[in-house]
T-cell receptor, first 113, second 111 residues
Framework: EAQVTQNPRYLITVTGKKLTVTCSQN?????MSWYRQDPGLGLRQIYY???????DKGDVPEGYKVSRKEKRNFPLILESPSPNQTSLYFC????????????FGPGTRLTVL | LAKTTQPISMDSYEGQEVNITCSHN???????ITWYQQFPSQGPRFIIQ???TKVTNEVASLFIPADRKSSTLSLPRVSLSDTAVYYC????????????FGSGTRLQVQP
């Protein structure tokens, strides 16, 4: 089954404790992206990657890092989480074709205390 | 980036056709119109994308007038499982392909 998986699905942590949210897709998509969803603000892109070893900032990259060492994986790293990073995070992938059909993961709900 | 405006919420009954209209007055020549659906605690799911006139797939139809300043998503014969938030997006055909989601339209389907 074609899918995007994220782990963990839920995470409660404390300020300053480094964490990684993993994302993996099995569709051989070149393009992957991270979004965060906050009430009243919609989904905002954090980082994206157009291929292995190619990453770039989205609209809200501050406080986040990413890496793309393999095509299927695109982890999101919070080196020193802060309470304003409490949010619902989604990873997405897409093939790069004309139709921008992005496949989203199930989401990771992060709470930073 | 072109801003979209759509109704905050809509109500319908099972079996009815639902039309959700979105306005995007500042749409650019290269922009596509894309609709996504999102259920609570799930990631958005692509429904349909179009550039002009009419596009139909197995789930929905998308009507775009000649001036492209608005679009209408049509869901035929909705069921309870269509209760969700529907987002209209203007998608610039650029490399970043970032999706900018607004507040969407919350559709409630009643039995």
């Amino acid at each position: 089954e074609a899918q995007v998986t994220q782990n963990p699905r839920y995470l409660i942590t404390v300020t300053g404790k480094k964490l990684t949210v993993t994302c993996s897709q099995n569709m051989n998509h070149e393009y992957m992206s991270w979004y965060r969803q906050d009430p009243g603000l919609g989904l905002r892109q954090i980082y994206y990657s157009m291929n292995v070893e190619v990453t770039d900032k989205g609209d809200v990259p501050e406080g986040y890092k990413v890496s793309r060492k393999e095509k299927r994986n695109f982890p999101l790293i919070l080196e020193s989480p802060s309470p304003n990073q409490t949010s619902l995070y989604f990873c997405a992938s897409y093939s790069g074709g004309l139709v921008n059909e992005q496949f989203f993961g199930p989401g990771t709900r992060l709470t930073v205390l | 980036l072109a801003k979209t405006t759509q109704p905050i919420s809509m109500d319908s009954y099972e079996g009815q056709e639902v039309n959700i209209t979105c306005s995007h007055n500042n749409i650019a020549t290269n922009d596509y119109i894309t609709w996504y659906q999102q259920f609570p605690s799930q990631g958005p799911r692509f429904i349909i994308q179009g550039y002009k006139t009419k596009v139909t797939n197995e789930v929905a139809s998308l009507f775009i007038p000649a001036d492209r300043k608005s679009s209408t998503l049509s869901l035929p014969r909705v069921s309870l499982s269509d209760t969700a938030v529907y987002y209209c997006l203007v998608d610039p055909d650029t490399g970043r392909r970032a999706l900018t989601f607004g507040s969407g339209t919350r559709l409630q389907v009643q039995p």
